[in-house]
Every structure is written in C-alpha cells, then in structure tokens.
C-alpha cells in the first residue's frame, strides 16, 4: 500500500473520553467512539442534510456510505449518565429547532456543543430493535419522521413509543453489533468478520514472539482471549500462554510498521500490548494504542493459517471482529467502550492539554512544531496567502495565539492578527490553509484533539485535520487540510513559550570546536584537526585553544607532539589529565594535563580506530570500544588502557561487531559512538546506540552479555544518553542512519538500578518538541538535561534542517520545555559541556573546510535556575569550604554562606561527535549538618563515583546554584 494512504483512505478517529453508564447491559452504542447511527425501520443512516458545517443543518436518514458525516460520538456531558451526540466531520452537537425545546415534532438539527443545554443531552434506553436517545429536556425520542424509509426524511423528537423507528445502532449492515462488546471482563474467541475464523496462538506455542493466526473454531483455550483494563483501553490475553495480544510500534519514519506481524508477548502493561475496541460493521475494530493502526488479517485471507498485521484503519470486514462466548468460557461482558478521560498531549509543558473532546483550556502563546519535519507553522505576510512550514526560530512569524471559543479554538497570528482557516471556506481534501479574518465563521475555527503525546488540528467546518502534504518535509512547505489519518504529518506539539533563560554573545574560537572538555582548573580545552576548519589528515598535528570562562580569553595553540585528535575517543582519567585515543592518527594515544599545561604522547592502541567509545574505569583503567570510521571495517575488539603499565590490551572476547548497530547502516558507521557507563567490578554497560543494549565485562578477554531492548526505540546514532542521577540515565533523540534519515523525537528513562547483570527498565518520557540528531546534550546540578542544536534530518557538513530552539528535561515532570534559541546551527561536530558556574558551554559545527557551514565561535547559556522571576540574575549561595580530594566512602565536610537545601557532585566531562561518557551526576544528602556546614557520606561504590576530578555544587531552596567547588574522588 502506498505511504500516503491517507490520500486515498478516510480513516476514522477515536476521541477519548470518560465513558457513561449504558442504560441497560444490552445498550449497543458505545460511548466515546464514532460510529454510524442506523435507524431500526429502515437500515439508514442518521447525516447531515447536504453534509454541511452551518449550524441550523438540519438531520435526515440515507444510504449508509461511511462517510464522515455519517459518524456520530456519543461524548459524557459532564451530567451523569447523560451523553451528547456529536458529529465526527463538524464537531457538533445534535439540537431541535424549536423555542420551545419541549416541543412534540421538533425538528433536530446541528448545533455548536453547549454541554448546559438540555436539549443537547440524551439518555440511553434499550428497546426490541436497539437503543433509544432520549432528549433529556423533553423526554421525548430521536426518530425518523413518520417511520418512514425512504433516503431523505428528516428527523424529530417525537413521544417515545419504542417503535423500530426510535431504535438506532451502530451497524449499517446488521442494525446490530454482532456477537458481544468487546470491552469488559471475561473472556472469548475474536471471530473475524470475513472468514468466521478465530485469531489463536497455533500450535500451543508459549513462546514470546509466536504469531497469532486465523483459525477453524474450536472453542480451545489457544483461541480465547481475557481482557484486562488498561492504560484507558483493554489488553487481550491468550488463556493457553498468558501472554498479550502485542504488535511493534511505528519507526522513525511513522510509516515501517505498516503491515507488520501481531503476535502473543509477556503482557507488559505497555502501548504496544494495549488496544481500543472501535464498533464497526456489526462487530468491533481492534486499535493498537501505540501505533494507531488496526488488527487485520493479512490479505484478507480466508485460508485458516493466514497470519495477522496491523495496517491503517480502513473499515474493511478483515479488520472487524466479534466476540461471542464461547462454551465454558464465561461471558465476555458488556461493558461500555474503552476510552480515557482525557489527555494532556505530552507533559511539561510541549503539548497542548485538552479535555479529550478538543476544549483548549485557556488562551495561551505557543509555537507549532509538525512531528513529521520538526519544522513550525510560519505567518505568511499578507491576508489570505499559504501559511507554510519553515525551520523553528522563535520569529515573530512562528508564535501564535489560541483563543477559545467554546468547545473550539483560534489560532491567531502574533504577526498580522490573522487566524488560520482553510482558503476560500473549503471543506475539500487539499484546500490549503491560509490567513484570514479572526471572525464568527466557522471556517476560522478548529478542534484540538490529543492524540498520544502529539494533536490534531481539526477544521471545525469540515472535521479534516490539519497537515504538510504527505511525506514531505521541505522547507517553505505550504499547509493544508486532508481526511485524518493518523500520521505523523497530521501531529502537531504546540509548545509554550520559552523558560527563563539567556545566551551571551558569540565569541570567535578560532577554530570548529569538533572536541570539548572541562579542565579540573575550570578553563574547556576545545580541539579540531591538523587545520582549524578541516580534517585533510595530512599531518599528525592538532590546532587546539583553551578557553578561560573567568577571564574570557583563548589561549590558541598548535599540537605537534600528540597526533592528530580529529575524530576520537575522549575521557578524563583519574589524575586530572585529558585522554584522546584513535581519531585520524588511527592508534595514536595523546594526554593533556592542565597541571603543567603539557601535551604528550603514550603507547599506542593496538588497534586503528576512530569514531570509538573511550570511558574511564573505577580502577583507574580506560576501555575503549568500536571506531570503524578508522583503521579498516569491523573487528574494534576492546582495549583496556593501564595506568600501571602505561599500555593497552586487547579484550579478545569482546568485538565490537556484537554490540553494533544493524544492517543497512553505513559499513564504516555501524560501530561508531557506543554508549557505555562503567560500573563496579570491571562491568559496563552498554546503553546503545543500538536499540539492544548489552552488559559488557573487561576482566580477563572480556565478556559481552545481552541487556534487553530500549524500549520501542530503534537503533539511534548520535543521539544522547546522560546520567542524570545514579543508576539513571535519560536517552534522546537520534536517527537511524549516520548520515540520511528523519531524526527521532523520542525519549527514554533507563533505569540500571537492579544492578549487573538484572534486566534494566525502559520507561518512555517526554517525548521532545523537536526531533534531533547530532544533539548535545548537558545535565545541570539540579538534574535536569539541556539539550542543544542538532538536526531534523541527518546530514553531515549541512546545516539543513538545523534545530535551533534548546529544550530542558525535568525528571519531575518527564517533559521538555523549550529554551530560547542558539545563534548559529550546532549541528555536526559540535559540542557542548557544563562550567563551573552552572552555565552551559557550545560550540562547533562544520569541519568542512572551505564551506559555508563552519561554526568557529562558542556562546554560553545561562539557565532558568541561574534566574529569577524577572529575568535577573538570581543571588547565589556560595560554598565557602570543601575538600580538594575525597576518597570512595569516606565523609566530607561543605560549608555555605547559607542554608543550603541541596548538593549534587558533577563529574567533569569530555564530549566530541555527540558523545560524552564522562557525564554523570551524583546527587549528595547530608547525614548532619550544623548551621552552614554539611556533612556527606559518600558513596563507597567506586563504580557510581569513578575516580578524577568533580564539581560539588550545593543549591538553595529555590534551585538556584553556587559555583561549584572542585574535589578529586581518589
């Protein structure tokens, strides 16, 4: 099936909301999914006259099509047991065109959702041919006029008499739902509704990963599924293996899942276990929470054996299933069907809350960020002309107003005052969007619909969403309105505005800043290659320059005794000094140490590499890992550096290939930029960039283990992993392939805590506002991650699709909020690294040599914490004593100047191609205290406090922090 389906496939959407109580247990509607209203007399559908958006449109029966305006919601009035019935193409509301609301023949048209209107609301009654909807301001009944059959009669409230033609159901070929609800306790067979066969696991397989096929019915505990309520929908659970009915979730591109193999799995509790029942065609759809894709029998395929997949909701009879008890089995129940109470479109502040019905809370600033491009909806400069998607950049241009107006929304420009609105009032699949006057008509009003972590924006006038055409990403990319379809092009974050925070002005380096690292004397040590804007390679020389943030002054020099460092692996040992390993000079090992403010060179590795992962031990010892960029593909077995020795051994048990990315990814790229934190006891482990993590262990030849998955995250170059407090480590962003590809948007929560060896947690947070690879990213002393510059979509030496805008992670919260934008593009070969006063250093891009993309300046960023409610900078305690060194386990003694209300430890960092192994974050709790001064019990594991140089920060009440004191973990 082509990508764009939803060019060719109207796809209905669930909206969530809090279930109401049926009238009876054999109440066919089901509350909070659209669904056809059939009348019981004549098999026809409730619509809307000439489907039109207008208010006043009046109600009439015809041939039932499936289109949109034949879709009707029930929604929870906020009265109990009370519903509205709104229309899925206008959003509104079913309403009688009398005065007198009480009245006997009413005419029932449309009208804007008043919740407070009684004649709005509508109970549910059971009756012989199916529901009754009975107006709550009358007590009278929705009906087809006169019985009648005929396509085109209209329809009245009428006294209820329980005849067929107050009977209504959501099925236009049954005028029943088959079999029993879904949803609800018990257990039963899911008969598909093409075949009569019954999805089971075959063969009495129990094993995680057996597919779920279609099969004759037996009645066997292989074929019966149990349903157990969760995340807002239901899991299905095989009674022969215990195990889930589970599916994968959607790739980077929002489209490689298409058509992919359900199949039984260890219920998790997780989106991809998770499914919402959707009435259709006399029986249920089957919708995977985290995919948005529906159960289907591939092929539609009659044959027993034939495999099941999920694929876009098309309303086809392989995709709709029923289930009827069956003996022995139990009811399946009756209850209402699934649906939340609500979402909150992400958290922390990047996604717009609504109440599950599309009502925005209040008038807020944002920006609006397409999830597919990561680009934002750009002002055009003139009424009624295009509105298009351009690179985020915190313009004028790019802020945006919503309004609410009842259950819907303005979205008005910042810059000419206009509102969006589909051109010309169109109502059309690719009517584009354009500016026009902020008015009463509806065709400048929009529903916001939470959609996992993202939302729709629905045209209220023609319940189309809006989108970029599909699968496209460009620049200056014009909008428009399409059927909703459930794709990525459709989601939109709209994030608020900026937290409090600051840059300073750029200052000239000198050179493209491909490496960084903190200096135990507080100046950065910035690098590049044998020219200070390209890496020819030619001579084994670096250009280098220390930059003192105190004085704000460089101190350039050229490197000519320690290789070329252009490309390799970075790390700060024990003693203080600066190890680089590989890069251009293939085995070179060269030391910086800021004491003597010397370079020198070491044994050499044994093996060529570049692009490796270099980390310091709690021995004291340096493993490095991978770099075929360097020195011949494959085979970077491990090495091991000696402190004692001064040399390197070779980890003949542990190849790189075997942690590696996959298949497919550039031959000289697939082991590059490994993700590695050390532990005690020679045991590390690998968090990626691989989407299967390993336990990796140096003594001896070494030894590899596996760890389990990263969640639903796939392979993932140069995004970025940070320890931001022990045993806990946030992963972001990155992208499939090193050099081509969308970048992701996605964020996880490793959780390493069990220990060695133990299966670690994987929780997704977030997710980011803004997709990125080539991202830096820094943990602050209050545990919070700054994430800065990148790109949407990989590409090297091209600042394209540069992001601009920063965000920040709370662990508090699991959001991001956005930061105020960077000067310049950090994209490829930039850096980034934490100062001793707090602030945040960035630097780099490009390498390129004679193009226009090399980024030979840094800027500083000061942080919300380091400012207060005005914008100023905030008083800051100051730490008048602390230690110079401390050993593991031992006790230490801090004094401020006053109260302190929290401390953390910062282990200084190194940081080139997106990587920064060094990076990790202790928080301290005093045991006692005595007035201002503190005393702490430090961690007697070496393997969370590796040895080398700290930064102790203490923080006041407010979060705000001091200037951090330097100590030396021994």
Same mark, same amino acid.
């Given at each position: 099936m ?6 060719f496939i ?7 909301c809090?279930?109401?109580?049926? /009238?009876?247990a ?9 669904v056809?209203?059939?009348a019981g007399n004549?098999?026809l559908c ?5 489907d039109?958006?207008?208010n006043l449109t009046?109600?009439i ?8 305006a ?5 929604r929870?009035?906020?009265y109990a @047991?009370?519903?509205l ?8 509301c079913?309403d009688?065109d ?5 009245a006997d ?5 449309q009208?804007d959702?008043v919740?407070?209107?009684?004649q ?9 041919a199916g !529901?009754a909807l009975?107006?709550?301001?009358s ?5 087809v006029?006169?019985g009648?059959?005929?396509?085109g009669a209209?329809i ?7 005849a067929?033609s107050q ?5 236009a070929? !049954?005028g029943?739902?088959?079999g +029993?609800?879904?949803?609800?306790p018990?257990g039963? $067979?899911?008969?598909? /509704?093409? %075949? ?5 696991v075959?063969?009495?397989n129990?094993?995680?990963g057996?597919?779920?096929?279609q099969?004759a019915c037996?009645?066997?505990a292989?074929?019966?599924w149990?349903?157990?309520?969760q995340r807002?929908?239901y899991a299905?659970?095989?009674?022969m ?12 591109d929002g489209?490689t899942a298409?058509?992919t193999?359900?199949f039984?799995?260890?219920c998790?509790?997780a989106a ?5 029942p ?12 985290v %995919?948005n894709?529906c159960?289907?029998v591939n092929?539609?395929?009659t044959?027993?054996?034939a495999g099941t997949i999920q694929w876009?909701c ?5 995709e709709t ?6 003996a022995?089995?139990?009811?399946t129940?009756t209850?209402t069907?699934?649906?939340g109470?609500g979402?909150?479109g992400?958290t ?6 609504t109440?599950g019905?599309?009502t925005? *809370?209040s008038?807020?600033s944002?920006i609006v960020?397409?999830?597919?491009s990561a680009?934002c909806v750009?002002?055009a400069t003139a009424?009624n002309?295009?509105v298009?998607?351009?690179d985020?950049s915190?313009a ?9 107006v009842g259950?819907?929304v ?9 509102c969006l609105?589909?051109?010309d009032a169109?109502?059309?699949?690719g009517? $584009?969007?354009v500016?026009g006057?902020?008015?009463t008509?509806? +065709?400048?009003f ?6 996992q972590?993202?939302t729709?924006?629905v045209?209220a006038?023609?319940?189309r969403c809006?989108?970029l #055409?599909?699968?496209?990403r460009d620049?200056?990319l014009?909008?428009?309105i399409?059927d909703?379809g459930?794709?990525d092009?459709?989601r939109?974050?709209?994030?608020d ?10 200052k000239?380096?000198g050179l493209?800043?491909g490496g960084? /690292? ?9 690098w590049s290659?044998?020219q200070?804007?390209?890496y $020819?390679g030619a ?9 003192d943030?105190a004085?704000d002054?460089?101190? $350039?020099?050229?490197?000519t ?5 252009f ?8 003693? @203080?000094r600066l190890m680089?390993a &590989?890069?251009?000079s293939g085995?070179?090992? %060269?030391?910086y140490?800021?004491a003597?403010? +010397?370079?020198?060179?070491?044994s050499p590795?044994?093996?060529s590499? &570049?692009?490796n992962s270099?980390?310091t031990?709690?021995?004291?010892e340096?493993?490095?890992l991978?770099?075929s960029?360097?020195g ?7 090495e091991?550096w000696?402190? *004692?020795t ?7 048990a542990m190849?790189?290939n075997?942690?590696s ?16 934190f #050390?532990?005690?006891n020679?045991n590390?482990?690998?968090a990626?960039p691989?989407?299967a993590m390993y ?6 030849n ?6 389990g998955a990263r969640g639903?995250?796939?392979?993932a170059?140069?995004?970025?992993v940070?320890?931001?407090?022990v045993?806990?480590i ?11 590809g969308p970048?992701?948007d996605s964020a996880?929560v490793?959780?390493?805590t069990?220990g060695?060896?133990k299966? #670690?947690?994987?929780?997704?947070? @977030?997710?980011?506002?803004l997709?990125? +690879?080539f991202v830096n990213?820094?943990?602050l002393?209050?545990?919070?991650v700054?994430s800065?510059g990148g ?5 090297i ?8 805008i920063?965000?920040i992670w ?5 959001g991001f909020r956005r930061l105020?934008r ?9 850096t980034?690294v934490l100062?001793?006063d &707090?602030?945040?250093l960035?630097?780099?891009g490009g390498?390129?040599?004679?193009c226009?993309?090399n980024?030979?300046?840094l800027?500083?960023?000061? #942080? ?9 900078p905030?008083s800051?305690?100051?730490i ?8 593991v386990?031992s006790?230490?003694t801090? %004094?401020?100047?006053?109260? *302190?209300?929290s ?5 200084m ?5 997106s990587l920064?192994?060094d ?6 709790t005093?045991?006692s205290s005595s007035?201002?001064?503190y005393?702490?019990?430090l961690s ?6 590796l040895?080398g ?7 006041? *009440?407010?979060?705000?922090p001091?200037?951090?004191k330097?100590?030396r973990?021994?």
């Amino acid at each position: 099936m082509h990508a764009r389906i939803a060019e060719f496939i109207a796809i209905s959407v669930l909206i969530a909301c809090p279930a109401v109580a049926p /009238a009876s247990a054999q109440t066919a509607l089901p509350v909070g999914t659209p669904v056809p209203l059939v009348a019981g007399n004549s098999k026809l559908c409730l619509t809307l006259k000439g489907d039109a958006g207008a208010n006043l449109t009046p109600l009439i029966q015809e041939t039932c099509t499936g289109r949109t305006a034949q879709s009707w919601t029930l929604r929870d009035s906020g009265y109990a @047991g009370q519903v509205l019935v709104a229309n899925a193409a206008t959003g509104k509301c079913l309403d009688n065109d009398k005065a007198d609301k009480t009245a006997d023949g009413a005419g029932i048209i449309q009208w804007d959702c008043v919740p407070q209107a009684p004649q709005q609301r509508w109970t549910l009654s059971n009756n012989a041919a199916g !529901t009754a909807l009975v107006s709550v301001a009358s007590g009278r009944c929705l009906s087809v006029e006169g019985g009648a059959t005929s396509a085109g009669a209209g329809i009245s409230q009428r006294t209820c008499t329980g005849a067929a033609s107050q009977s209504w159901s959501p099925s236009a070929a !049954t005028g029943t739902a088959a079999g +029993t609800a879904l949803p609800g306790p018990g257990g039963g $067979p899911l008969k598909a /509704a093409h %075949s009569g066969l019954c999805l089971a696991v075959a063969n009495g397989n129990t094993a995680d990963g057996a597919a779920v096929t279609q099969q004759a019915c037996t009645g066997g505990a292989e074929q019966i599924w149990d349903t157990k309520v969760q995340r807002g929908g239901y899991a299905y659970v095989n009674r022969m293996s215990g195990k889930c009915l589970n599916v994968s979730g959607l790739q980077p591109d929002g489209m490689t899942a298409v058509g992919t193999q359900v199949f039984q799995w260890t219920c998790a509790g997780a989106a991809n276990d998770t499914w919402t029942p959707q009435a259709l065609n006399g029986g249920y759809r089957l919708v995977a929470q985290v %995919s948005n894709m529906c159960l289907n029998v591939n092929a539609a395929s009659t044959a027993a054996g034939a495999g099941t997949i999920q694929w876009p909701c098309v309303g086809a009879a392989n995709e709709t299933f029923s289930s009827q008890a069956a003996a022995g089995t139990g009811s399946t129940g009756t209850g209402t069907s699934a649906g939340g109470t609500g979402g909150t479109g992400g958290t922390g502040g990047t996604s717009t809350a609504t109440d599950g019905t599309g009502t925005a *809370a209040s008038a807020r600033s944002v920006i609006v960020v397409n999830r597919f491009s990561a680009r934002c909806v750009d002002a055009a400069t003139a009424p009624n002309a295009q509105v298009k998607q351009l690179d985020c950049s915190e313009a004028t241009s790019q802020n945006w107003s919503v309004v609410p107006v009842g259950d819907l929304v303005q979205i008005r420009s910042a810059t000419t005052g206009l509102c969006l609105a589909p051109g010309d009032a169109g109502q059309g699949n690719g009517v $584009p969007v354009v500016q026009g006057a902020c008015n009463t008509q509806a +065709t400048g009003f929009w529903r916001l619909r939470a959609l996992q972590n993202w939302t729709e924006i629905v045209a209220a006038q023609s319940g189309r969403c809006l989108e970029l #055409p599909g699968n496209m990403r460009d620049n200056g990319l014009g909008l428009r309105i399409w059927d909703c379809g459930l794709y990525d092009w459709q989601r939109w974050t709209l994030s608020d505005p900026p937290a409090p925070a600051s840059w300073t002005p750029l200052k000239q380096a000198g050179l493209v800043a491909g490496g960084a /690292a903190l200096l135990a004397n507080g100046k950065v040590m910035l690098w590049s290659s044998d020219q200070p804007i390209a890496y $020819p390679g030619a001579q084994p020389t670096t250009y280098t320059t220390i930059y003192d943030p105190a004085a704000d002054t460089f101190a $350039p020099r050229y490197v000519t005794n320690a290789g070329n460092m252009f490309c390799p692996g970075a790390n700060i040992l024990p003693d @203080g000094r600066l190890m680089i390993a &590989g890069g251009l000079s293939g085995t070179e090992t %060269s030391f910086y140490d800021p004491a003597t403010d +010397t370079w020198s060179s070491g044994s050499p590795l044994n093996i060529s590499r &570049g692009y490796n992962s270099t980390t310091t031990l709690p021995t004291g010892e340096a493993l490095t890992l991978g770099g075929s960029w360097w020195g011949g593909i494959g085979n970077k077995f491990g090495e091991v550096w000696s402190p *004692a020795t001064g040399r390197w051994r070779v980890l003949s048990a542990m190849n790189g290939n075997a942690v590696s990315g996959p298949v497919g990814v550039q031959n000289n790229r697939f082991d590059n930029h490994f993700w590695l934190f #050390p532990m005690g006891n020679g045991n590390v482990f690998h968090a990626g960039p691989s989407a299967a993590m390993y336990w990796l262990n140096v003594q001896g030849n070494g030894s590899i283990a596996p760890a389990g998955a990263r969640g639903q995250d796939p392979f993932a170059i140069n995004g970025n992993v940070v320890m931001y407090d022990v045993g806990k480590i946030l992963k972001l962003g990155g992208a499939p392939d090193y050099d081509t590809g969308p970048a992701l948007d996605s964020a996880y929560v490793i959780d390493i805590t069990a220990g060695f060896g133990k299966p #670690p947690t994987v929780t997704p947070t @977030g997710p980011l506002a803004l997709a990125r +690879t080539f991202v830096n990213s820094v943990v602050l002393p209050s545990g919070e991650v700054v994430s800065i510059g990148g790109q949407s979509f990989a590409a090297i030496f091209n600042d394209a699709a540069a992001v601009y805008i920063p965000e920040i992670w709370s662990p508090k919260t699991g959001g991001f909020r956005r930061l105020p934008r960077i000067a310049v593009p950090r994209t490829y070969h930039s850096t980034a690294v934490l100062l001793l006063d &707090g602030r945040v250093l960035s630097a780099g891009g490009g390498m390129c040599g004679a193009c226009a993309v090399n980024h030979t300046d840094l800027q500083i960023l000061t #942080p919300p914490y380091l400012l207060d409610a005005n914008g100023n900078p905030a008083s800051r305690p100051t730490i008048t004593a602390a230690p110079a060194t401390a050993a593991v386990g031992s006790t230490i003694t801090v %004094s401020t100047d006053r109260p *302190a209300a929290s401390f953390a430890l910062m282990r200084m960092s190194s940081n080139t191609h997106s990587l920064d192994a060094d990076q990790r974050r202790v928080p301290l709790t005093p045991a006692s205290s005595s007035g201002t001064s503190y005393q702490f019990q430090l961690s007697s594991d070496a393997g969370v406090l590796l040895p080398g140089p700290w930064m102790i920060f203490a923080m006041d *009440a407010n979060g705000v922090p001091s200037v951090a004191k330097v100590v030396r973990i021994q």
